[in-house]
């Protein structure tokens, strides 16, 4: 409760958000494509109100609904995470010739030995040519390394802030898992419809079955069939993310930690739930095999979630870590000077 009332204190600093908006960006970041009705029997507010409230909050950069990879589509995108040393007087050109790539989820200004994190979705085994060709040809970087992706242990698409209470979490996780509850086969490949279906969905995860048809060059019924298959068969995960300083949480860090990989397959999926500030946890190659992302309210809480996240993962060491000092695009969208969702590039699927 502390955390809802803490949370909602802070969104209502910015453009009025009221603690009503709150559950409803709650509410789509645990069902995220569930219809304006559906949410209106949860939330018990009509689903008109529901609709124009969600308009105002996206039209106003301050969230948004949109996709990632999920596990299922490891076999036709390379993930990675890559640190760009750059020359000083070029880190914001790099950074905005990246934005436009679709290869580049997210780039971020970290304080360390390299100057960019970006995180990198290359499909179609074209992680070799992002890095020769795209980041090879950019004359403001001087040296990169690459992490790249062995396994999702903790996904940011579970993360939610617990603005609502237990029973309404239940609720609309169960109308979420209606929605997939038929297994698709994950040895699917996508094809080119598949693609462009993903590449809707990850610029508005909203998007109705129609103007997603419209965009493939296929029918309204079969874009629904193709949103459900790659969603069920977790080729993508439907996601809504809030804008950070919006939660109070206005830091990000990255951590880099060492673990077995026995010691792996113990970590608890719901490991987001026991410890909020966790956003992701990836497996990943390189000396350091584990790759974290925490939400803080300041750079003074690190040691205190270092110490938290050592509790609930037995066998992990935490080598290395960094302070995020600017997001420039984030899952696809930059963010803007004032620190909200702009203009957005779709994930290249």
């Not at 060709?133 to 992706?149: C, K």
């Not at 990943?284 to 690190?302: E, F, Q, R």
């Amino acid at each position: 409760m502390q955390e809802k009332d803490t949370m909602a204190k802070n969104l209502q600093k910015i453009d009025g958000i009221s603690e009503s908006d709150l559950e409803l960006v709650n509410a789509l970041q645990l069902a995220p494509r569930a219809s304006w009705s559906e949410l209106s029997k949860v939330l018990d507010v009509h689903a008109t109100t529901l609709s124009r409230r969600w308009d105002r909050i996206a039209e106003a950069g301050l969230a948004r609904i949109s996709t990632s990879p999920g596990h299922g589509s490891a076999t036709q995108l390379e993930m990675a995470f890559v640190e760009l040393t750059c020359r000083n007087s070029q880190v914001a050109q790099v950074a905005n010739e990246l934005f436009m790539d679709h290869r580049a989820m997210t780039v971020q200004f970290i304080a360390g030995s390299a100057h960019l994190l970006v995180t990198v979705a290359a499909p179609g085994g074209s992680l070799a040519d992002f890095l020769i060709t795209t980041i090879g040809s950019m004359d403001g970087v001087l040296h990169y390394s690459v992490r790249t992706v062995t396994g999702q242990l903790v996904e940011a698409s579970k993360w939610h802030f617990r603005a609502l209470p237990a029973a309404t979490v239940r609720t609309l996780r169960s109308i979420s898992s209606s929605a997939g509850s038929a297994r698709e086969d994950r040895n699917v490949v996508m094809d080119e419809a598949d693609r462009a279906v993903a590449c809707s969905l990850s610029t508005n995860g909203r998007m109705g079955f129609r103007e997603i048809g419209d965009r493939a060059g296929i029918s309204a019924t079969a874009a629904a069939r193709r949103v459900n298959r790659l969603i069920t068969g977790n080729f993508i995960n439907v996601r809504c993310d809030l804008v950070r300083h919006g939660l109070g949480r206005n830091v990000s860090a990255v951590f880099w930690g060492t673990m077995s990989p026995e010691a792996m397959l113990l970590i608890d999926r719901d490991l987001g739930a026991e410890i909020p500030e966790l956003r992701i946890m990836m497996a990943v190659t390189g000396a350091h095999n584990i790759h974290m992302v925490v939400w803080l309210n300041s750079p003074a809480d690190s040691l205190a979630i270092e110490r938290k996240i050592l509790r609930a993962v037995p066998g992990l060491t935490i080598d290395d870590r960094r302070i995020v000092l600017r997001t420039f695009k984030y899952n696809g969208a930059r963010i803007t000077e004032s620190g909200v969702f702009g203009d957005v590039v779709p994930v290249g699927y």
